[in-house]
Antibody, heavy 123, light 106 residues
Framework: QLQLQESGPGLVKPSETLSLTCTVS??????????WGWIRQPPGKGLAWIGS???????HYNPSLKSRVTISVDTSKNQLSLKFSSMTAADTAVYFC???????????????WGQGTTVTVSS | SYELTQPPSVSVSPGQTASITCSGD??????ASWYQQKPGQSPVLVIY???KRPSGIPERFSGSNSGNTVTLTISGTQAMDEAEYYC?????????FGGGTKVTVL
């Protein structure tokens, strides 16, 4: 059974860069079918997509966050990573990693999610 | 940027049918998905490709897509269905979520 587990610092100072890791178990991140990505959820608010990547390096980013985000895959460790620069209090959120299915046309959905990790931005 | 609009809340009595709408420009030309999220938990995919149910999702969950609106229907709503529901679509290489609908089972 595929499982995703996020890890990283729970507290980040303003202006710093957040680094999160998502470890994939029970399956390969080098799949030819799936992308892997990140979604966040500020306290009391809705879901916001950050971006996704294919194991070969193809990436898609939320245009509003693209300048601050880097998503990559380490196939040797079966891990997905997120780097988010210039963090502010507005970036305080639960960060989820998720497996993305990209099908024909506009058929894109997230079928497996991690439990999420809470990140607080504060000095 | 593309936007999906959902009603903030829907109330339903146990055993009755709940319908949650999600609207967006030319949404009928895209595939939509729905996620259920209970407090403190990760979202769970309940509908994909407009109307398909993942394995393990009860048959009372169904979806439809017509025109600019997609609809998630919960038939015979149970107390355990009380949750936040999000629609989602793909547009111009971007995943877009609706704002979410809180379903309350009264």
């Amino acid at each position: 059974q595929l499982q995703l587990q996020e890890s990283g610092p729970g507290l980040v100072k303003p202006s710093e860069t957040l680094s999160l890791t998502c470890t994939v178990s029970g399956g390969s991140i080098s799949s030819n079918i799936y992308y892997w990505g990140w979604i966040r959820q500020p306290p009391g608010k809705g879901l916001a997509w950050i971006g996704s990547t294919f194991y070969s390096g193809t990436t898609h980013y939320n245009p509003s966050l693209k300048s601050r985000v880097t998503i990559s895959v380490d196939t040797s460790k079966n891990q997905l990573s997120l780097k988010f620069s210039s963090m502010t209090a507005a970036d305080t959120a639960v960060y989820f990693c998720a497996r993305h299915y990209y099908g024909a046309g506009s058929n894109v959905h997230m079928d497996v999610w991690g439990q999420g990790t809470t990140v607080t931005v504060s000095s | 940027s593309y936007e999906l609009t959902q009603p903030p809340s829907v109330s339903v009595s146990p055993g009755q049918t709940a319908s949650i709408t999600c609207s967006g420009d030319k949404l009928g030309d895209k595939y939509a998905s729905w996620y259920q999220q209970k407090p403190g938990q990760s979202p769970v995919l309940v509908i994909y490709e407009d109307k398909k149910r993942p394995s393990g999702i009860p048959e009372r969950f169904s979806g439809s897509n017509s025109g600019n609106t997609v609809t998630l229907t919960i038939s015979g709503t149970q107390a355990m269905d009380e949750a936040e529901y999000y629609c989602q679509a793909w547009d111009t290489n971007t995943v877009v979520f609706g704002g979410g609908t809180k379903v309350t089972v009264l």
